[in-house]
């Protein structure tokens, strides 16, 4: 079997929509209860039959336009102001209306589990439920699903948030919603797309990865696994996997022994997989384009953890498609470092989760990209942790800071510079806020330091000013400082307004 490129084409496009359409059609983003995004222009199209006259009326404003030979139309309404609700008219041969309609701060939420955990599964369900009746406070959930081409349009529905509905919205973009909801005084429209377990590279292009060449290995993966597919040796081994797992479980239970192990997956035809290159991108996100928002908030990485520095390359391109496709210029985008995880760390020195946090560290020189670190609200043994709340809320800290222009600090502290005193390496930081601080007390913990020998061992360290002097018995020439370099660090390093410093390393900056 031939593997064919998934770029879509302009006479795909025409084919997939030529036929005529009975009724004039919105989008499913276009429901009652939406949010539009405030004070920018606001796109609206949908489908007709070719050469309808369509007339969107909305706001006091109205437009009028010829569908396409293809059936497609599209106006831009005037930016509006917040408020509402206001009805939004679409008429053609029929004629079409969405009630309940506010105008306020609109943002993507993507990634995978910990963007896609709902609040039902965070801390304190049953009294954020019985706090969560803001009407004017919504999200839309789209329905999971994958393509091989750019799709026109996505299923799904606006909700408005109270105690029957929270529980099934997006715990990580809920919280964060809330409180701009809250900050702001403005509705808060959340169009929540999220898929667990999926990498980085699904929610991408297929055009974006052809363009990058560092990407160019996971086209070939994914058309040699094509080429490879086989449905009936894939279950055949699909089937000896599963009566292995259920044996092994058997056993374990009739010793009275635990079983942790995961349950075999059924096999996925790799056109159709969730895993695969574009998937996601082309089911999940281009049918939202250009659906106006302000921004977008992330909250991935645990699927790609093996690779960081082509993670880093993929961030930086996905970014960069997201924001060429909806012409909005360079729009917030806002990521969550990952948390701690896994057992604590007893050295110094690891890779895996560290090298990923740093891509997101790295990502800052991207312009109007920020972070929420996240060091300090992980869990050992559960790699979806519980406190959503403070996740939401340092996301909205960086909004409301940097695309907001509150009088607050975006986060915690943020490796600046070092140099060398001695036998010290002093560190310097941005985002200190009201001064750096030891949470929970002295002494510093979390510093590594090393010589020539790139031998790192704990370190003494110590706030002065803005800075932190690091240094270490045995070390005489240092070169290098490494801050929560683990997994699971220990580390209490932050700044007064309470955000935690994010992990860095000194030797590798630039890389």
């Known amino acids: 079997m031939r593997a064919i490129s998934p770029a879509v084409s302009a ?42 006259r369509v007339t969107v009326t909305l706001g006091g404003q109205s437009r009028s336009v010829t569908a396409d030979a293809s ?42 589990s910990n963007m896609g955990m709902t609040v039902s599964g965070c801390l304190n369900f049953e009294a954020e439920a019985k706090a969560s009746d803001l009407p004017r406070l919504r999200m839309f959930t789209v329905a999971r699903k994958t393509a091989g081409e750019p799709q026109a349009d996505a299923a799904g529905d606006w909700k408005l948030s109270g105690p029957q509905t929270v529980g099934g919205f997006s715990a990580a973009a809920y919280f964060f919603g809330r409180r701009l909801h809250q900050e702001l005084e403005v509705p808060v429209g959340l169009i929540n797309s999220s898929w667990g377990g999926t990498p980085i590279q699904a929610w991408t292009g297929w055009k974006t990865h052809e363009e990058t060449p560092e990407l160019a290995t996971l086209l070939a993966s994914f058309n040699k696994a094509v080429e490879a597919w086989d449905p009936e040796k894939a279950k055949q081994r699909y089937e000896k996997q599963l009566a292995d797992w259920k044996a092994k479980e058997t056993q374990a239970k009739a010793e009275g022994k635990p079983f942790a192990v995961r349950r075999p997956q059924a096999p996925l035809d790799p056109r159709v997989s969730q895993h695969s290159p574009a998937r996601l991108y082309n089911a999940m996100i281009a049918p939202l384009v250009p659906y106006a928002i302000r921004g977008a908030i992330w909250y ?41 995880f896994m057992a604590p760390q007893q050295k110094p020195v690891e890779d895996g989760w560290p090298a990923i946090r740093e891509q997101f560290l790295k990502s800052l020189s991207i312009p109007n990209v920020g972070i929420a670190v996240t060091i300090d609200v992980g869990e050992e043994k ?17 909004a409301l800071a940097k695309t907001y222009g509150k009088p607050v600090v975006p986060g915690g502290p943020l490796y600046k510079g070092m140099r060398k005193e001695g036998d010290s390496i002093v560190v310097q930081f941005d985002c200190v806020g009201g001064g750096l601080v030891a949470a929970g007390g ?70």
């Open 300 to 340: 991935q990485g645990e699927s790609n953890a093996g690779n960081a520095p082509l993670y880093g390359v993929q961030l930086r391109a996905m970014i960069a498609e997201w924001r060429k496709i909806w012409g909005q210029g360079d729009f917030p985008f806002i990521s969550v470092q990952l948390p701690n």
């Open 442 to 511: 002295e002494p510093l913990k979390g510093f590594a330091i090393a010589g020539a020998d790139k031998v790192f061992v704990w370190a003494e360290a110590k706030i002065s000013g803005d800075t932190v002097a690091v240094s270490a018995a045995g070390v005489k020439d240092p070169v290098a400082v490494r801050y929560a370099w683990a997994n699971n660090p220990p580390c209490n390093l932050g700044n007064k307004e309470g955000f935690p410093a994010s992990p860095f390393r000194t030797d590798d900056q630039g890389k």
């Open 71 to 112: 059936g497609k139309w599209s106006v831009r309404l005037d930016p509006l102001p917040a408020g509402g609700p206001h009805v939004l008219k679409v008429q053609g041969r029929n004629a079409l209306e969405r009630t309940d309609v506010l105008v306020g701060e609109v943002w993507l939420c993507s990634g995978q």
């Open 11 to 52: 006479a795909f496009w025409l084919a997939a929509f030529a036929p005529a359409y009975a009724d004039v059609k919105l989008p499913a983003a276009f429901g009652d209860h939406m949010v539009l995004q405030r004070d920018v222009p606001v796109p609206v199209w949908g489908w007709a039959d070719a050469g309808e």
């Open 382 to 398: 559960d790699i979806h942790p519980k406190n959503k709340q403070e996740v939401g809320r340092r996301l909205a800290q960086w």
